[in-house]
């Protein structure tokens, strides 16, 4: 029995996940865009957050009216926390006060259901960093985040090498990239520019 770990990550076109001053989505959202965010959230999986995303999902469901939040609400989550305890005014929630990178890759051989983490850029990055993810889905918004950027998964992060799965433009602005990360190790030998023969 195993399963797979997905990371769902949004950002402007300078790797930010959010941004001070701008609205949600960038301002920049669709109707395709919109749609691919219900069928994302359709399946069956397992939500996976860090505390101060839960926190901020929690509050978004209750607050704004979008088309896939019902299937938030349905869905099961686990959160990672030291400090948050049950209940967690989240439906379906539970809280884990343990080690993410242990917890995951226990769950991941112990359950065939896929799991997802959307933000969370301290546990996902941890999660990167130990190999554990087998999609990383990256909705990257025609932005630029600049000064105001905040929330950036890949900065100061490990390296990886990204085999590109999937590919599609959303609204006609927006991309959707899947990828299948595999940890950076070292160069192979006879790639990149090479040498002039000197003579």
Sequence with gaps: MSTTFTVDFFCSLDGYGMARGWP?????????LIEDRVRTFAQDQV???GATTFRQFRKFVGLFDEPYYDSLNELPKIVFSGTLE???????????????VTAIERLKRTTDVPMRSHGSISLNRALLAAGLVDRLEVIMFPAISGRAGEAALFHDGAEFDLELIESTVLDGRTHKLV?????????PEGVGPQLRNAG
């Design 179 to 187: 990828y299948t990360p595999h940890l950076h190790d070292e160069i």
């Design 47 to 49: 939500l996976v957050f």
């Design 86 to 100: 049950e209940p967690l005014g989240w439906r379906n929630s539970t809280v884990l006060n343990e080690d993410a």
């Design 24 to 32: 949600g989505y960038w301002g920049k959202e669709g109707p395709e």
